[in-house]
C-alpha cells in the first residue's frame, strides 16, 4: 500500500514536511479549499509555493474549488505528480480533464461520499486515479465513512470489469483500523493520523 500524507491538520507546515522528509510516505496530499466548493479556505498559492520547497517528495494535489481552471497551471509548476478534480463540479468535466494531461501530470478525478459510483464510469478510461472521499470534503480529523469500502469495492470490480489499470486512492477519516478495509485500494491518503503523533514513520508503516 502507498501512503500520501496530507498536511492539512498540520499546525507547522515547514517543520512537518521536514520531518515527513525523514520518513517513507510516498506522495504529499495537498488539499486545497476555495471557501466555496467547499466551506473552508486554504491558503493562496503564493504561500504554497514557499511551503513546497520544504519537501522533495512528490505532490498529490486535490483540488476542492470551484474553478479548477485557475489552479492547474499554478500546481502543474510544483514538483506535482497528480491533479485531482471532483467529479461534481458543475463544468466540463473532460476538458479539465485534458487540461491537467496537457501539463503531461496524470489525472485524478475525486468522488464524494454520497455521489453514486455510476457517475464516474464515463470518466474510468480517462484518468489515471480515482479518490474515493471517505469523509465529506472540507476538513481533518473527521471520521471514516463505514460504508466506504463497498464502494472502493464496486470501482475495483469496474475496473476489472473494463480491463482498466487506475489507481484507486481513499481520503479521510484513515488510521490504523479503517486501513484494513480499504484492501481493494493502491494508495490511502492520511492526514491528522500522522501529523498528530509523535512517530510520523511509525504511523506510516501502520497503514501499509
Ligand atoms: C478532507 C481532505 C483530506 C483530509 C485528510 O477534505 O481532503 O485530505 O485532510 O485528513 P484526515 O486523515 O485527518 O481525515
Ligand atoms: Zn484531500
Redesign the pocket.
Known amino acids: 500500500m502507498k501512503v500520501s500524507v496530507?498536511f492539512?491538520?498540520s499546525k507547522n507546515i515547514p517543520n512537518d514536511l521536514k520531518k515527513l522528509d525523514n520518513t517513507d510516505a510516498d506522495y504529499i496530499?495537498v488539499?486545497v479549499m476555495d471557501g466555496h466548493f467547499?466551506r473552508n479556505k486554504t491558503m493562496p498559492f503564493s504561500e504554497m509555493k514557499n511551503i513546497h520547497k520544504y519537501t522533495s517528495k512528490r505532490l498529490e494535489v486535490?483540488l476542492?474549488v470551484d474553478e479548477p481552471e485557475k489552479y492547474i497551471p499554478l500546481y502543474a509548476e510544483l514538483n506535482t505528480e497528480y491533479i485531482i478534480i471532483h467529479l461534481e463540479l458543475d463544468k466540463d468535466i473532460k476538458s479539465l480533464l485534458e487540461m491537467i494531461k496537457r501539463y503531461s501530470i496524470k489525472v485524478g478525478l475525486s468522488i464524494k461520499p454520497n455521489t453514486p459510483i455510476s457517475a464516474l464510469v464515463p470518466y474510468l478510461p480517462l484518468i489515471d486515479e480515482v479518490l474515493v472521499m471517505s469523509?465529506e470534503?472540507?476538513?481533518?480529523?473527521?471520521s471514516f465513512i463505514e460504508n466506504t469500502p463497498n464502494r472502493i469495492n464496486e470501482i475495483r470490480d469496474l475496473l476489472n470489469e473494463y480491463n482498466l489499470k487506475v489507481i484507486i486512492n481513499v481520503?479521510?477519516?484513515?488510521n490504523g483500523n479503517t486501513v484494513k478495509k480499504c484492501y481493494n485500494c493502491d494508495i490511502v491518503?492520511?492526514?491528522?493520523?500522522i501529523i498528530n503523533s509523535d512517530d510520523f514513520q511509525e504511523k506510516i508503516s501502520s497503514l501499509r
Open positions: 496530507s492539512l491538520s496530499h488539499d467547499v486535490h476542492m469523509v470534503p472540507g476538513e481533518g480529523g473527521q481520503d479521510g477519516g484513515i491518503t492520511s492526514g491528522s493520523y
